[in-house]
């Protein structure tokens, strides 16, 4: 184990952090068993797995070795919200004890349920994505993650907990009294999205306070994709050091993946999430450093296990050694998703793309939305962006400006050119409080 | 001397003008000036009224976007050359002009200008220094 995890300012390495560390060999041995104790799990409770596996010619005892897992049928989202509410549910309602759910921006929502032992390995699962991140006893850490349905709250909470830090559960929003709070106790850490992060820091700004004089020097963020560019302007301005963090509800919330202080990918904690990488187009396995859509297993999961479960986000898997010791492979940052992409001119768009470019310029995410739209017989992409109060301007010159930087950071990121449109607040339609961010009309 | 003015952002379509028009109207709300800055686009609308600060609220909570900044009001006679000399002290002073409308006060035919700096308090000392009359905000809104 690296001698200066033994030494940190706390003067003492948590020692939930050694699964981080296990002989990868060890490692696959706990893999494999629970692999097995998983699929075996599905098979005894879940009725549409059962049925997937037989449909497949597989068993209760499909997996002989790692390499097995490959044979397995994938989950899809949709098969959340076809089984709504409980039906992938492998534990009965009286050992589950935590619902969690997520608005879809379609249809129904997507139930996630935990046993005890789920909570726990949760928690454990994010008190080594802190401990990643630097942070120990003694830190004290502000936690503007949402609470309630919305997994990242309570999973970032008991994650802090866990490590013997200090926790403000302040959840999300109410700017002003988050910058009050941050400042009058003292917080070292704070958690949250990137994105609000930018808004409270240049809020912060407005009210003369300038973060870098306060105690607070690391930054936990996830739940969307950021920018490299980004994160160099949170660490330059606010003087933190900023962590991507990274998880899902369908496999436990925050807590599936997270950077060290290498900052050179994100760490899978592994020995409870089963990382792979498909093809998403023939959902064939591709070799470690190869780039397609990230499958996630959960090992260890009771109430609601996950076999294959196909997340849309676009990475690879990054097999060599990490400088910090650490023998958990690592994923490349998230910068898109498969979910929305469209195809213009020949290339390849995910909206997360155009996403990045409007949170670099404005530092928060507008209302948005893209239109496909043909033009003598030629294919245009149009972005319409919600004016905000804070980049509205009275002069004529300083919108025309914005509408060119957005414009400008659009067609360098994707690479080909794109109309800019701002428009009145609360034009863009909302369905459940997001906005249907692709319009196609190349076909009307 | 600086007169509070609010901007509203429009798309540029047709019929987009009227809705904080009427919103103001119905709220017993009168204006001193008013000006529209478009592009093929959008446009921005200029407004200056006694009460802008129930106007911002008002507009506010119907949804729209607004901005409140300080413009600068001359008054010059109704004659040739009366926008002449106040250019040349600003320019001459090195005070950079964002924008600038008139319009023409009832009582005595007087124009009034507004001009928009970036350097409001400069530009104010410079006129100041020039003996060129500027309007406080009681005068050209009343009260």
Redesign the interface.
């Known amino acids: 184990m690296p001698k200066e995890l033994w030494n940190d300012a706390a003067g003492g390495f948590h020692p939930i952090s050694a699964s981080d560390f296990l002989p990868r060999e060890r490692l696959r041995e706990i893999q494999l068993r629970r692999l097995q104790a998983t699929v075996a799990r599905v098979w005894d409770h879940v009725p549409l797995m059962r049925q997937r596996l037989s449909a497949c010619e597989l068993g209760r005892d499909a997996i002989g070795r790692l390499a097995d897992i490959a044979r397995l049928p994938f989950t899809v989202k949709a098969d959340l919200r076809d089984t709504y509410p409980f039906g992938l549910f492998a534990s009965p309602m009286p050992e589950v004890v935590r619902l969690h759910a997520s608005s879809g921006t379609t249809g129904k929502p997507i139930v996630v349920a935990y046993t005890e032992e789920d909570v726990q390995v949760w928690a454990e699962a994010m008190t080594r994505t802190f401990a990643s991140c630097g942070l120990h006893r003694g830190d004290i850490v502000q936690n503007a993650f949402g609470y309630g349905l919305f997994t990242g709250g309570l999973g970032a909470h008991y994650g802090a907990e866990g490590l013997g830090a200090t926790v403000i559960p302040v959840s999300g929003g109410n700017t002003e009294r988050q910058i009050m709070l941050l400042r009058d106790f003292g917080a070292t850490a704070i958690c949250c999205t990137p994105s609000f992060f930018v808004h409270l820091a240049e809020k912060a700004r407005e009210m003369g306070i300038d973060l870098r004089t306060l105690p607070l020097r690391v930054g936990v963020f996830g739940a969307e994709p950021w920018s490299d560019g980004m994160r160099e302007r949170i660490e330059t301005e606010n003087g933190i050091e900023a962590f991507d963090i990274y998880g899902l509800s369908e496999i436990t919330g925050p807590g599936v993946a997270a950077e060290c202080s290498e900052h050179d990918g994100l760490h899978v904690f592994e020995d409870h999430f089963y990382p792979e990488i498909i093809d998403a187009e023939t959902g064939l396995p591709l070799p470690d450093g190869e780039e397609g859509e990230l499958v996630l297993t959960t090992l260890s999961k009771r109430a609601m296990p996950m076999i294959r479960y196909r997340t849309r986000d676009i990475t690879a898997i990054l097999p060599e050694p990490c400088a910090c010791g650490r023998t958990l492979r690592r994923i490349r940052r998230i910068a898109r998703r498969d979910d929305d992409m469209f195809i213009i001119r020949g290339v390849n768009v995910f909206p997360s793309q155009v996403e990045s470019a409007l949170l670099e310029v404005e530092g928060t995410l507008p209302h948005y939305q893209i239109v496909l739209s043909r033009q003598a017989g030629l294919d245009q992409m149009t972005v319409e962006v919600e004016v905000t109060p804070e980049v509205f301007s009275d002069k004529v010159r300083a919108l025309e400006a914005l509408r060119g930087r957005i414009a400008h950071a659009i067609e360098h990121t994707i690479g080909i050119r794109v109309g800019l449109r701002l428009v009145g607040p609360q034009s863009i339609p909302r369905s459940e409080g997001k906005a249907k961010r692709l319009i196609d009309r190349r076909h009307d | 001397m600086k007169i509070p003015?609010l901007?509203v952002?429009?798309?540029n379509r047709p019929g987009?003008l009227l809705p904080p028009l009427q919103l103001l109207a119905e709220a017993g709300l009168n204006l001193a000036g008013l000006s529209l800055?478009d592009?093929a686009?959008?446009g921005?609308l200029?407004l200056v009224l006694k009460d802008w600060a129930r106007a911002r609220e008002l507009l506010e909570r119907a949804?729209?976007?607004?901005?409140r900044?300080d413009m600068v009001a001359i008054d010059v006679d109704d004659a040739p050359g009366g926008l002449v000399r106040a250019l040349e002290v600003l320019t001459a002073a090195g005070k950079d002009i964002?924008?600038m409308y008139a319009f023409y006060l009832r009582r005595d035919g007087r124009v009034v200008l507004l001009f928009?700096f970036d350097d409001p308090d400069g530009a104010i000392a410079a006129l100041d220094d020039a003996g060129i009359a500027m309007l406080p905000a009681r005068v050209l809104l009343g009260e």
């Open positions: 003015q901007s952002f429009l798309e987009s800055a592009t686009q959008f921005i200029r949804g729209w976007v607004v901005k900044n964002e924008y928009r």
